[in-house]
């Protein structure tokens, strides 16, 4: 009898510990082993340097905001300075420093779609005078605050002031030829990029010292032809 009772609880011992190591290969998560990764070295002093925002023309990969957007630019570049006498449009009607790229379609008929170039919010959607259809997207390009003016649009079919875009999302379709949607200009693309919050619908400016209010659309299309 004394032999009979240590095998017994010998018998129930290895019957708990058999259940219990059963359980685990199972993964019954009552009996899992949490893993904790305790950091080594941890120094609570440290200090981190402030993220610094790289240019914005390297890191971010933007949508073109119109079709054979770069080859199109063949009027009016960025920063060039005009007057009706010299302008390479004619009858030309402005003068100073172009805050903008032109990006020509007289010789397309059919739509044309104009594209955000980044995720944003539409600012403004209105008329304006020089414009026709003008659309304003606010966007944050590697922590910096821009506007992306897009001007001579069909207004009537525009995205809506307050519309949270995606990039690459229609916002626009250019207007027509001399008609009231391109403020009875060619048709073309008016498209610029404001630096900081403040919406200003100058088309051009007197100074060139003025354009450091605008970026050169073109620094954020490096790679494109």
């Keep these: 009898m004394k032999i009979v009772i240590p095998i017994i609880i010998i018998t129930l ?15 019954d998560p009552r009996y899992v082993a949490i893993e904790i990764n305790i950091p080594v070295n941890q120094n609570t002093n440290l200090e981190i340097e402030p993220a610094t925002a790289e240019p914005i023309a390297e890191n971010d990969i933007l949508v073109e905001p119109i079709a054979d957007f770069k080859r199109r630019i063949t009027k009016k570049p960025f920063g060039i300075y005009i007057t ?4 390479p449009v004619q009858p030309e009607k402005f003068s100073g420093y172009h805050t903008a790229v ?9 739509d044309v779609l104009v594209m955000t170039i980044a995720d944003g919010e539409v600012v403004a959607s209105k008329t304006v005078s020089g414009y026709g259809g003008v659309v304003v997207i606010k966007h944050i390009i590697n922590n910096e605050t821009v506007l992306a003016i897009y001007g001579h649009l069909d207004n009537s079919r525009s995205a809506e002031k307050g519309t949270i875009v995606k990039q690459g999302e229609t916002v626009g379709y250019l207007g027509q030829d001399q008609t009231k949607e391109t403020d009875y200009e060619r048709r073309h693309l008016h498209f610029g990029i404001i630096k900081g919050d403040k919406i200003n619908f100058a088309g051009y400016v007197s100074d060139e010292s003025e354009l450091d209010g605008w970026y050169d659309p073109l620094i954020f299309y490096p790679n494109i032809d």
């Design 84 to 87: 009706p006498d010299d302008s």
């Design 102 to 110: 032109d990006v020509e379609y007289s010789n397309v008929l059919d």
């Design 13 to 27: 011992v290895l019957a708990v510990v058999g259940y219990f190591v059963f359980q685990i290969m199972q993964g």
